[in-house]
């Protein structure tokens, strides 16, 4: 258990890192974006050859690929009910009531999105852990950790909140998402191996579609035209860690 609470804290470190420099720089939005698509690039080499690979190796076709498609369905059920949960903000943004109003709440929808897709990857980071240490999942969590949670802080930042509440909210934030590796380390440890090849595939399956629905469009919309360049190098330096 020891293994999920270090691979926990440094997955979330990047949380705590990228808050700290967006409460004291701005970057370019194109640097956030190349960070996102080498973040992309790295998570899909660790989902192919570390989780949905041993899923398949476990349970065969049938349980990981019903795992995988339950996984992403439950992310997008629940991506949906947060889009929704947020509307009213991005409706008195696009209308553009006040200054203040446009404003308001573009740092807390950011910190709803990062749990909400960090949640399902440190899941699978700690249920990856029962069958050994995954140093490629780990650097994919962290380089997509490390550019969400510094536009995050610049958006509160620019809401007028102190750094102080910036920086709190966003240490609660890692701590959650360090105790979702033990979580996922602890329950798939007492799994069957038919039932563990589900868990991985289901993980795998969450992750994938935050991917496809947040991290690459965000990639593609503020990374050209580094971006493809940049997940060709996630990628490589994924399977490079996974060999």
Aim: proline letters at 2%.
């Amino acid at each position: 258990m020891i293994d999920a609470v270090l691979y926990g804290l440094a997955a979330s470190s990047a949380l705590v890192i990228g808050a700290f420099v967006g409460t004291r720089w701005n970057p370019p939005r194109q640097v956030t974006g190349v960070l996102l698509a080498f973040a992309s690039g790295a998570l899909i080499s660790a989902l192919a050859f570390e989780l949905f690979e041993e899923a398949f190796h476990l349970g065969g076709a049938w349980r990981s690929g019903a795992g995988l498609l339950a996984g992403a369905a439950v992310f997008v059920t629940v991506d949906s009910l947060l889009d929704k949960h947020v509307a009213g903000d991005a409706g008195a943004h696009q209308r553009e009531v006040t200054a203040d109003a446009a404003r308001t709440g573009v740092g807390w929808a950011l910190l709803a999105a990062v749990t909400l897709d960090g949640v399902p990857e440190n899941l699978a980071l700690g249920v990856s852990l029962v069958e050994g240490a995954s140093v490629t999942l780990l650097v994919a969590i962290f380089f997509s950790n490390l550019p969400e949670s510094l536009v995050g802080a610049v958006a509160m930042r620019n809401e007028e909140r102190s750094t102080r509440e910036v920086m709190a909210v966003w240490l609660l934030c890692a701590a959650l998402l360090a105790v979702a590796v033990v979580v996922g380390r602890a329950v798939a440890g007492e799994l069957s191996d038919s039932v563990l090849a589900i868990a991985l595939a289901f993980a795998g399956g969450a992750v994938l579609a935050s991917l496809a629905d947040t991290l690459m469009p965000e990639a593609f919309e503020h990374g050209r035209p580094l971006n493809a360049f940049a997940t060709a190098g996630g990628f490589f330096l994924s399977f490079v860690l996974a060999a």
